[in-house]
């Protein structure tokens, strides 16, 4: 009799965490305010709302109360740039098959110009890495390559990667590859350790323990331990180029920005 009572209100229990976790709140962007900014992708957002940007002839870096900017008439148009916080920047040039490293003061440190390198690579994405390290995918090998830009050496690369890559971020710790069909993990070793069918996403940013992804039907947020993504609810609902900082998120367009708190 004890041990059916015992039993009785295990299940009991286990009824009411079930309750509770099929009705947890959905994750929530709540408006915060909105301001101006210059054309451009952001890469940073300071606490006084000084923006590190690029596009495709410039990159401009705000450290403290002090502006840099690059810019190269021979290099072409940037088509990707990754910051490891303000102090160092990646540029990626496609049409060159090149990479730029720029310090805190946007002056250049190294240069790779892969079409020269052994093996060939063929670069689409790059994330930084931290150190002097920059993760690339190379889509010559359909392999994702941890890179020593100033040795210009690969240190390892991963399985091969055959489905199209859409998007690449890194925390340094992790590399994220959203692909048109799955979104990829690997560890700093180079090694896939989660693999989540994801088919058509097409943008991720990283936070803390979190992801935020979109696609056509909005925005959605993925806790590192889940496999399912969440749609965020808005109080206000924008769309465009977004950017995350801690769990704060930015939805901008070319000429203003619109801050979000995300409520999880």
Not at 20 to 31: C, D, E, N, Q, R
Not at 118 to 129: C, G, K, Q, S, Y
Request: hydrophobic share 40%; with cysteine; proline share 3%.
């Amino acid at each position: 009799m004890e041990f059916l009572n015992i039993m009785a209100k295990m299940l009991h229990l286990f009824f009411v965490f079930s309750i509770l976790g099929w009705s947890k709140t959905p994750p929530s962007a709540i408006f915060v305010k909105s301001f101006d900014k210059p054309q451009g992708y952001i890469l940073h957002i300071d606490s006084e709302e000084r923006l590190s940007l690029y596009n495709e002839q410039n990159v401009w870096s705000s450290v403290g109360r002090q502006y840099f900017r690059f810019g190269s008439l021979i290099s072409g148009a940037i088509t990707q740039a990754d910051q490891f916080t303000p102090l160092l920047t990646a540029i990626f040039y496609s049409d060159l098959n090149r990479v730029t490293i720029l310090d805190d003061r946007l002056s250049e440190l190294t240069q790779i110009d892969f079409n020269t390198l052994e093996p060939f690579r063929d670069v689409t994405h790059i994330a930084m890495a931290g150190g002097n390290m920059l993760w690339l995918f190379d889509s010559y090998s359909k392999k994702l390559q941890k890179f020593d830009y100033f040795q210009q050496t690969s240190l390892m690369s991963s399985v091969n990667i055959t489905e199209s890559v859409r998007a690449m971020k890194s925390d340094t710790e992790h590399c994220w590859i959203l692909t048109d069909r799955s979104l990829l993990v690997f560890n700093s070793q180079g090694g896939l350790i989660k693999k989540i069918e994801m088919p058509n996403y097409s943008d991720l940013v990283l936070g803390n323990s979190f992801v935020v992804l979109f696609n056509e039907a909005g925005y959605f947020l993925l806790e590192n331990a889940s496999e399912k993504p969440q749609k965020i609810i808005f109080d206000k609902m924008l769309s465009g180029w977004f950017f995350l900082q801690g769990q704060t998120l930015y939805i901008y367009d070319q000429k203003t920005v619109h801050e979000f708190q995300l409520k999880f």
